[in-house]
């Protein structure tokens, strides 16, 4: 019995002598801090992958973009142009709430345009604009008639300097105001 039991004392220390297996935590931390090479490639290849798809759908966006913009950038394109030929550097139009509709013009010399719907009414009307400091300068009365809706003058100060521009009717007591926005 010596002998079967010096076995199972010597069984028992070869298996804690045996039983110094790599715990799994560190075979996984050794297995992912040194990579093989195919993983590293694998990797590479996934972050050029993902980095090329990027590239490739900001290339397709900012051409859409660019393509949606042409029309925008056509219209800018001729309204330089315009002012350009007129030696102008800016123009508006703003609503005479449903009376009509008034155009600013700034250059040499600057004008002012008005444009009436015939449901407005003949007139006569008063004109005057209103300044950036609350100031106003009448710019005289005008008519209309069945085959003229529209009356225009050159205005004495810059665009940037009116506030609005405001037309009283003076036969029906009616006044209808453009509030100008700039910016």
């Given at each position: 019995m010596a002998s079967s039991a010096g076995r199972k004392a010597s069984s028992r220390s070869s298996a804690t002598v045996t039983s110094t297996a790599v715990p799994k935590w560190v075979s996984v931390v050794s297995s992912r801090s040194s990579p093989s090479p195919a993983d590293s490639r694998r990797h590479w290849r996934r972050v050029g992958l993902v980095a090329a798809a990027v590239l490739l759908a900001a290339a397709v966006g900012g051409a859409g973009v660019f393509a949606a913009g042409s029309g925008d950038r056509d219209l800018a394109a001729d309204y330089r142009r315009t002012l350009a030929v007129a030696d102008g550097s800016a123009f508006g139009a703003w609503r005479l709430g449903?009376?009509?509709?008034?155009?600013?013009?700034?250059?040499?010399p600057s004008w002012m345009f008005v444009s009436m719907q015939p449901s407005a009414g003949a007139g006569p009307y008063a004109c005057e604009l209103v300044l950036r400091g609350g100031r106003r300068m009448s710019l005289g009365t005008f008519s209309l008639q069945a085959y003229q809706t529209g009356w225009g003058r050159t205005i004495p100060v810059a665009l940037d300097e009116v506030a609005g521009v405001q037309l009283r009717d003076l036969g029906r007591h009616q006044t209808f105001e453009a509030r100008?926005?700039?910016?």
């Open positions: 449903d009376a009509g509709t008034v155009f600013l013009y700034q250059g040499s100008i926005g700039r910016g």
